[in-house]
């Protein structure tokens, strides 16, 4: 079971951000959280990653909570082709084997 | 860039039948995995291994087998295929090297059990 809550769906302008919530209110304090993104009928895109520090990258921004009880992953200007399934896991620091994918968020952009 | 490539897109088999699906990755990771991805399930872990002729079960073993010969290539075996296997398959593969070991995935390849 996915240890993260997700909305199924939200919709972005093209050019506005668009920030995906997620609530993984369980975390504990070896776990990482990442951020993967499923274009339709492609293997999943690394996104992110964070531990409690907030955290950037050329795709897109991760801002983690204090409490680390929720994060919120920000694309600063949707594209198109931003459009996908946004996935949210916790995954503990020292078990790489441990991915466990919810259900995301399928975020469409629209013109 | 990690580049992680499937043997096929797109699979039909018919029940019973013997199903390879080859994975093969660049990066030199000793780690690789295999998932399957079905609507409402997210992705499940079939199998993994942390090197070469290693292999761990994951969460749903039941009905399938891996090899692994070289450490480029992951092998998944489907013994006899049945129909509620038809699912997208996706392989990975992630680095020891690291602490964070991030995971890199293929395209996926959609086997249809007829």
């Known amino acids: 079971d996915a240890k993260t809550t997700q909305p199924p769906s939200m919709d972005c302008a093209e050019g506005r951000a668009a920030n995906l919530p997620c609530n993984h209110s369980?975390?504990?304090?070896?776990?990482?959280v990442y951020w993967y993104r499923q274009i339709h009928s492609q293997g999943p895109q690394y996104i992110i990653h964070?531990?409690?520090n907030n955290e950037t990258n050329e795709m897109a921004s991760l801002i983690i909570t204090e409490d680390r009880k929720s994060s919120t992953l920000i694309l600063p200007h949707a594209t198109l082709r931003d459009t996908a399934v946004y996935y949210c896991?916790?995954?503990?620091?020292?078990?790489?084997?441990?991915?466990?994918f919810g259900a995301g968020t399928r975020l469409t952009v629209k013109p | 860039d990690v580049k992680v490539t499937q043997s096929s897109r797109y699979l039909v088999k018919r029940t019973g039948e013997k199903v390879f699906l080859e994975c093969v990755q660049d990066?030199?990771?000793?780690?690789m995995f295999w998932y399957r991805q079905d609507p409402g399930l997210g992705l499940r872990l079939i199998y993994f291994?942390?090197?070469?002729?290693?292999?761990e079960k994951g969460d749903i073993p039941e009905g399938y087998s891996v090899s692994r010969e070289k450490k480029e290539r992951f092998s998944l075996i489907l013994e006899s295929a049945s129909t509620n296997q038809t699912s997208m398959y996706l392989c990975?593969?992630?680095?020891?090297?690291?602490?964070?070991?991030?995971?890199?995935f293929g395209p996926g390849t959609r086997l249809l059990v007829l």
């Open positions: 896991i916790v995954r503990p620091l020292y078990n790489n084997n441990d991915m466990r």
């Open positions: 990066m030199d990771h000793e780690n």
């Open positions: 369980t975390i504990s304090g070896n776990e990482y």
């Open positions: 964070g531990l409690k």
């Open positions: 990975a593969s992630s680095s020891s090297g690291s602490i964070y070991e991030t995971q890199y």
């Open positions: 291994s942390y090197d070469v002729k290693m292999k």
